[in-house]
């Protein structure tokens, strides 16, 4: 996959840093989003396995406040219960 400028849409891009380019053409600088590593499934390992977070940390070699933090962002993701709830009511 090759890179364009997000502003003018050349491909003459730089390294910028770890995670910016900047554009030969315009002079401007944008973020490159991280797509190599996939989000691991630590609420998975937290519902099914009833994992403490210390046990996942140990498993994943993550710490474990780093596992609080990604636990907590992706049930923030999940649809509450009666959300779900709602679509299957016979009102």
Known sequence: MKLVCQFCGDKNIIKWGKSRRKCKV????FRVKKSGRKKSKLSEMYILDRSTFRRISKKTKYSHVGIIKNTIKE??????LI??????SFS
Do not use: V
Not at 26 to 29: A, G, H, L, V
Not at 83 to 88: A, D, P, Q
């Open 75 to 80: 049930m923030a993701n999940i649809p509450k």
């Open 26 to 29: 315009c002079n401007k600088t």
């Open 83 to 88: 959300e779900i709830t709602k679509k299957f």
